[in-house]
């Protein structure tokens, strides 16, 4: 089975635009989360989703922003671009069996350079 | 608040060594306890979990990890270290919240192993 599969994968953006990053998730997973990587840091929380709905935000500004399609996939956005915001983007997928423990499986992320 | 504290930021072990990666937590609750590897320029992977049950919790890759609640410690260990262990290891535990099953993972800042031939 295919795991998370993210594009793209690598992109440079200038400040000020915008970019959509995109996200396939495991069959049969309905819930997708996003995370921010920082180089020299753990990931940051940024979204949560599942069925559609969005369930939890992360200490992020209104410029990110996602959403699921139907068939579970996502997009995040970020609009007005900083030179902060250059960061690998991780996007996970995980079971809707509570009892696996919510486990979140990770993609390849997307590396964002803002110049 | 949820968090967990990698307090080695690198580990240097030689090859077929025994090697630790030190994890401690704090929570509220019963705790949901994770260890991930990071390779170069690519995503995380799952090692294993801690949910409940035996505190040895067996994963990938020969890993293993021991749960302590009285040191709310939950260190990543394998027997034998191989040069291709060589990677960036990262310890998170699960923040649930609601009635609606929202839940996210708090990382600690990584412990960057070497293994050395």
């Known amino acids: 089975d295919a795991g998370v599969t993210q594009s793209p994968t690598h992109l440079i953006k200038t400040r000020g635009q915008h970019v959509t990053l995109r996200c396939s998730p495991i069959s049969g997973h309905k819930s997708v989360s996003w995370y921010q990587q920082v180089l020299g840091q753990g990931p940051q929380f940024i979204f949560q989703y599942y069925e559609k709905e969005e369930r939890g935000r992360g200490n992020f500004p209104d410029r990110f922003s996602a959403r699921q399609f139907p068939n579970y996939s996502s997009e995040l956005n970020v609009n007005a671009l900083l030179l902060g915001d250059s960061a690998l983007y991780l996007c996970?997928?995980?079971?809707?069996?509570?009892?696996?423990?919510?486990?979140?499986?990770f993609g390849e992320g997307s590396w964002l350079t803002v110049v | 608040a949820q968090s967990v504290a990698q307090p080695e930021d690198q580990v240097n072990v030689a090859e077929g060594n025994p090697l630790t990666v030190k994890c401690t937590y704090s929570?509220?609750?019963?705790?949901?306890l994770f260890w991930y590897v990071q390779y170069p320029n690519r995503g995380l992977q799952f090692l294993l979990k801690?949910?409940?049950?035996?505190?040895l919790v067996k994963g990938s890759y020969g890993f293993e990890a021991e749960f302590n609640k009285s040191q709310t410690s939950f260190h990543l260990k394998k027997p034998s270290a191989l040069v291709s262990d060589s990677a960036l290891y990262f310890c998170a535990v699960r923040d649930m919240w609601g009635t609606s099953g929202t839940y996210k993972y708090i990382f600690g800042t990584g412990t960057r192993l070497k293994v050395l031939a």
């Open positions: 929570v509220s609750g019963n705790p949901y």
């Open positions: 801690y949910i409940t049950g035996d505190n």
């Open positions: 996970a997928s995980s079971s809707p069996d509570r009892g696996s423990g919510n486990t979140i499986y």
